[in-house]
């Protein structure tokens, strides 16, 4: 489990004060200082390596999230420095990503997180695809989800698929002829009582479904229409 941590010193932290002291932490090492440890630690290996072969390397002097920090991401970085980044990170990348975020932001990283963290973090929509969801992402890197979150994030990803299956955002009542014929789906009324019966639930519901599917490369038209394939 991550270690849970001291919510009001970080919440009373100043902003102007934490970025004029990272700033002046980042200026410790020059590009040109990274980018020279970088390919050091690819003599020593004799391949490019990874954020976490970085990381273990005894002779490196810097952390690879100050690599990232510099440079925007790790790939990057590794242009710059000459070397063939590889597509895509591990899953122990990914998650150490995860974990990192998390310290930086003192609680549990949400999908918004991963949005505004783009420039140094991977998409949510990569998390989703090698792990299967964010939230199974989180929990394989110690996170401690709610269960609500799991149950909204299985309810978003069942309302993906109906939706394709529709052509369109799933009616209230679309979701009660599909739950008649698929058991493991949650009922309308879970899902609707999930956001509290507030005024207009199902269509704030509808909205996570339609950045699900956006996520995945569909378009989605005012209407809720799909479009086709």
């Known amino acids: 489990m991550a270690r849970k941590p001291a919510f009001r010193a970080v919440e009373s932290i100043d902003p102007e004060a934490l970025a004029a002291f990272q700033r002046r932490i980042r200026r410790r090492y020059s590009d040109e200082a990274i980018l020279a440890e970088l390919k050091s630690c690819a003599g020593r290996l004799g391949r490019s390596p990874t954020m976490r072969e970085f990381a273990s390397d005894g002779k490196t002097r810097v952390h690879p999230q100050t690599v990232i920090e510099h ?119 879970q899902v609707y009582r999930m956001f509290d019966a507030r005024r207009g639930a199902w269509s704030t519901f509808q909205y996570l479904i339609r950045e699900r599917l956006r996520e995945q490369g569909v378009d989605v038209s005012e209407d809720g229409t799909l479009a086709a394939a």
């Open 71 to 189: 440079f925007g991401s790790w790939n990057e970085a590794k242009r710059r420095a000459g070397l063939v980044p590889r597509r895509f990170a591990t899953r122990e990348e990914l998650l150490d990503l995860l974990r990192g975020l998390g310290e930086r932001l003192g609680r549990t990283p949400t999908a918004k997180d991963l949005d505004a963290a783009r420039r140094s973090m991977p998409s949510k929509s990569l998390y989703w695809h090698t792990f299967g969801s964010l939230t199974n992402a989180l929990r394989e890197a110690g996170f401690d989800v709610p269960v609500g979150e799991e149950r909204l994030e299985r309810a978003v990803d069942q309302g993906a698929v109906l939706a394709r299956s529709l052509g369109r955002l799933p009616k209230f009542a679309d979701w009660g002829d599909a739950r008649k014929a698929d058991t493991s789906l949650l009922t309308e009324w």
